[in-house]
């Protein structure tokens, strides 16, 4: 008898082509919707970036198939957590599809989303996004373990990398390498690596990251893939983070020469040499088409965007640069960036002053007039400037005093503005000092005169103040040495403690409010996120070690929330592990443990989410609860309509209704079986199956993993014996591709 071997090419090739013809005709009753060769390129990007769905991207599916709850996403194209027959449709749909790769972005385009450091070119930190509240924890990178204590493969993170968003990305960088996580569950779709020291915040445009490196080039990525594309040597240095402009990519080096660089062909437009040490990244004015930065002997510089002509530039100071901090009577603007108010033509730039001005009024003035002459009186106090963009003169004299986040001597950067504009109305938003917050006291010192407020920019935005002027806003209690950077999402004011990140809504910002402390701009809290929840079990009332301030021993937790692994949230209050501070409620990061704190935190909001870096450089993302845990972020327009039509088959009208015994005949379809369930198989922590024969063999099974659990308000042991409608999908259950099987992620899919 002759034996025919078939050579692992033909076996590979036959085998495939086997698997395609018999899922073309499993699926052939499901309608496909009209997509382009490029949407159909989304798909191959999930698989092997051939810009073509070919035998490739089966593999990649068939490798994964029916892995769960966690399967390689690349392979879970329609991200309800399983590799399944649905995944298959897809590249059934588009099998034989090219998009040929656009190796140009083309032309900037301003999103809303956070594509920057500072969100956008002028640096504003403001984004007119929200997020509805309540919000839910979507997903972690880079933080708390299943328990809530900090994980052995913990990265470092730059203090002054802000995570971006693009697409269906959000993009962070760590530990010298770019990272790509899917925005609808954090998963890592690619990294890229070995590209020099990474210490800045890069930009998206187009489909394209452009990343400033340690090792001068700047590296234009695929944003889909992480592959480099192109690349820029500048010939210095690239550690501050890079400027989308509306027509150009804008860098500086260590050494103070600005670039700014064709965002397609990577070719410089021009160059400018600043003559001194770069301190702060560049901002830019789209009004007045002008770039500005500050360099490390504390002049701020003002370039004509369109050929890098210098503008103007001025020293806005009396003090000199000096380096370190405690003790110094000089200045710096590192860690601080310029920020831009386009409407008013204003660019403010703030220095890092010393210690000892937190005592030069103890505490401060109680007036804006009295803060301002002071300032007027005693120049080297001046720690925010206005600018005029034309010519770089003082426009007014903001009635801010110094702080920062520091103690004993040593006093860093203090926060810089946020630029809220809001229809025809701009104003800017900063921590300030005034005597006023402490008076309810009796008394109190330097360290504890700090609040929020609203600065008003002109003489007639609000009745009654001038320009520079300060308006009381009800926030959290800050103190003047814990003032760290803010940001703005709507009227949502973040302020980025070290502990924690706070959040206040402004409700009420009418014209009679914020004149006083007692009668203050109006707020209510939005959740907070703390890095370190502490709780103590009644069996270990003193869990809490008193670290700070400064001590020994342990003490209790006043609120009482358990770990939730699910939530990370204690509706009762937030109480810190270690430091004996209360909070309203919202979110931990950390569960009785005290993680490295190594990285400046900022809140950004964008697509949708609410992104918090944490001190140690996690990531905690929020959505809008009413958003499923599945959401469709990574597809596009076109295949979230099919998506929609499989996963929410109740809101499907014309779904035919069949006994359980005739699902079989209706695989690809989306149907509502009925029958009497025999059999509750807990397969956890996988699944909990659901059946109407016992054992289900050959009749319909019914699966709700263990993630969509919770959302059950009843244990589905109470469905034994009841008759029900369960309306879905319906594919094949592994392995034998026999039996027909629904997957449940939502409650309202079964009927009893």
Not at 582 to 601: K, L, Q
Not at 632 to 642: F, L, P
Request: with cysteine; proline share 6%.
């Amino acid at each position: 008898m002759q034996t025919t071997i078939l050579s692992p090419r033909f076996s590979h090739t036959f085998l495939f082509s086997l698997v395609f013809a018999l899922l073309a005709c499993v699926f052939v009753a499901v309608p496909t919707a009209a997509l382009t060769a490029c949407d159909a390129n989304i798909i191959d990007a999930e698989g092997d970036l051939e810009q073509i769905v070919d035998l490739s991207d089966f593999s990649e599916l068939i490798g994964n198939f029916l892995k769960s709850p966690f399967p390689n996403p690349a392979a879970d194209i329609n991200e309800d957590a399983i590799v399944d027959l649905t995944d298959y449709y897809y590249i059934v749909q588009f099998y034989g599809q090219i998009c040929e790769s656009n190796p140009n972005p083309g032309p900037i385009t301003q999103s809303d989303e956070w594509v920057q450091f500072g969100h956008d070119a002028a640096r504003t930190s403001f984004t007119a996004q929200t997020v509805a509240e309540p919000w839910h924890l979507l997903w972690q990178w880079n933080a708390s373990d299943s328990s809530g204590k900090t994980q052995a493969s913990h990265l470092s993170v730059p203090d002054f990398v802000q995570p971006i968003t693009g697409g269906e990305y959000v993009y962070m960088v760590a530990e010298n390498t770019v990272y790509a996580l899917r925005k609808s569950n954090g998963q890592q779709v690619w990294q890229a690596g070995n590209i020099g020291t990474l210490s800045a915040t890069p930009v998206y445009n187009g489909g394209k990251l452009y990343v400033p490196s340690g090792d001068g080039k700047l590296y234009m990525l695929n944003a889909t893939s992480g592959a480099v594309e192109k690349q820029f040597n500048a010939g210095n240095a690239l550690n501050m983070s890079a400027l989308l402009t509306d027509s150009a990519v804008v860098v500086i080096s260590a050494n103070g020469t600005v670039f700014s660089v064709d965002p397609t062909s990577m070719t410089e437009n021009w160059r400018h040499a600043a003559g001194a040490v770069a301190s702060t990244p560049v901002a830019f004015s789209a009004s007045k088409n002008s770039l500005v930065f500050v360099t490390q002997d504390l002049y701020v510089h003002n370039l004509n965007a369109s050929t890098g002509q210098q503008n103007w530039r001025v020293k806005p100071t009396s003090r000199t640069y000096q380096s370190g901090t405690p003790g110094s009577t000089g200045a710096q603007a590192e860690k601080g960036w310029p920020v831009v108010a386009d409407q008013h033509g204003i660019v403010f730039v703030r220095y890092r002053l010393d210690w000892n001005t937190l005592w030069t009024w103890n505490p401060y003035p109680n007036t804006n007039a009295e803060i301002r002459q002071n300032l007027q009186s005693n120049q080297s106090q001046q720690v925010l400037f206005a600018l005029d963009l034309n010519n770089g003169q003082l426009k007014f004299i903001p009635a801010v005093g110094n702080g920062g986040a520091g103690d004993g001597g040593s006093l860093p950067m203090g926060p810089q503005p946020i630029v809220k504009k809001d229809g025809s109305t701009e104003v800017a938003y900063i921590i300030w000092r005034n005597g006023l917050t402490c008076a309810n006291a009796g008394w109190c010192d330097g360290r504890e005169d700090a609040t929020m407020g609203e600065m008003v920019l002109d003489n007639t935005t609000v009745s009654g103040y001038q320009a520079g002027d300060m308006r009381f806003i009800k926030y959290q209690d800050i103190q003047t040495d814990e003032m760290l950077y803010i940001t703005m999402s709507g009227n949502t004011i973040f302020h980025n403690h070290w502990l924690v990140a706070e959040a206040e809504t402004i409700t009420d910002r009418s014209a009679t409010k914020g004149a006083t402390f007692s009668n203050p701009i109006v707020t209510k809290h939005a959740p907070f996120t703390i890095w370190r929840q502490c709780y103590c079990p009644p069996d270990n009332p003193q869990c809490n070690p008193i670290v700070y301030p400064g001590g020994s021993g342990t003490t209790t937790c006043p609120v009482n929330c358990p770990f939730n692994g699910s939530t990370h949230y204690c509706s009762g209050g937030l109480f810190s592990y270690g430091d004996q501070r209360g909070y309203p409620a919202g979110f931990y990061e950390y569960h009785n443990d005290r993680p490295a704190e190594s990285s400046a935190t900022f809140s950004i909001v964008s697509g949708g989410l609410v992104i918090i870096k944490a001190k140690d450089g996690g990531l905690l993302v929020y959505a809008d609860s009413s958003t499923a845990q599945v959401q469709d972020a990574g597809i596009s327009s076109q295949v979230a309509g099919i998506k929609t039509s499989i996963e929410s088959p109740i809101a499907q009208p014309g779904v035919i209704e069949v006994p359980f015994t005739q699902a079989g005949e209706h695989v690809g379809q989306v149907i509502t079986a009925v029958g009497t369930i025999q059999s509750v198989v807990d397969h956890l922590p996988k699944a909990v199956y659901l059946g109407f024969t016992d054992p289900h063999d050959g009749s319909l099974l019914v699966r709700v993993f263990e993630e969509d659990l919770e959302k059950f308000g009843y244990d589905l042991n109470s469905l034994l014996g009841k008759q029900v409608k369960v309306t879905g999908f319906v594919s094949l259950y592994w392995p034998e591709l026999v039996d027909p099987e629904i997957i449940i992620t939502d409650p309202a899919q079964i009927e009893f």
